[in-house]
């Protein structure tokens, strides 16, 4: 069955600080990957999504990178944290039915 | 513009109480809504999909409904638990090889006991 994975679970973090969370697939190949934020009390909003190794396309301009080393695997970068960047991360994949997420990143930049 | 309107904003009810949740949406063309259901802190977790030709689908005290025609679903819960305060997310996805679903805001749910 496919499970993904994702950490850190929360993460405090100091402003100007470099940020990386992990994201991993198993029990698929090829998947499309996405990285959503959730800020409090607000809706998912869609920060990159890959189609394939190497393929990154970004929704929002900002801070915040995103690479895709191999075929299962999606890391969020930034390499100086702001305050705004606070927030509840989520990575997901997609079948031809729709979406399953991580358990989500909590991340506090202070 | 593909748009998921979903209402209402939040809502209380007491334990033992049925609740529905309504969801509008302008997504052309079709292909498939979902239901997810996102506890405090964590990631949605999927509770029912709807392909164009199901107008219904349960699971559990779970129930949805689509009308395709008037572009509108809705969630009904059934003797609600305290343990169904969460958030309700609509997504809808259409055809044409997008990779990007649309999402509803969601509506935030609390049970009183």
């Known amino acids: 069955s496919q499970t993904i994975h994702q950490w850190p679970a929360t993460l405090v973090q100091p402003v100007g600080s470099p940020l990386s969370l992990e994201c991993t697939v198993e029990g698929t190949s090829n998947p499309n990957l996405y990285w959503y934020r959730q800020a409090a009390g607000r809706g998912l909003q869609l920060l990159f999504y890959s189609v394939g190794i190497g393929q990154i396309s970004s929704e929002v301009p900002q801070n915040l990178s995103a690479s895709r080393p191999q075929d299962r695997q999606f890391i969020l970068s930034s390499k100086k944290l702001l305050l705004s960047d606070s927030g509840f991360y989520l990575c997901a994949w997609t079948d031809l039915y729709g979406y399953t997420f991580g358990s989500g990143t909590r991340l506090t930049v202070v | 513009k593909n748009q998921v309107e979903q209402s209402p904003q939040s809502l209380i009810i007491l334990e ?51 009308d395709a025609d008037t572009k509108q679903s809705s969630l009904h819960i059934t003797a609600s638990q305290l343990s169904d305060s969460a958030s309700y997310i609509c997504v809808v996805s259409g055809t044409g090889g997008s990779y990007i679903p649309t999402f509803g805001r969601g509506t935030s749910l609390i049970v009183h006991p």
């Open chain 2, 16 to 66: 033992g109480k049925n609740c529905t949740l309504q969801c509008n949406y302008t997504v052309s063309p079709f292909s498939n809504l979902r239901w997810y259901k996102q506890d405090t802190g964590r990631g949605p977790v999927s509770l029912t999909i709807m392909t164009f030709s199901e107008n219904t689908k349960s699971n559990g005290r779970y129930t949805a409904t689509l």
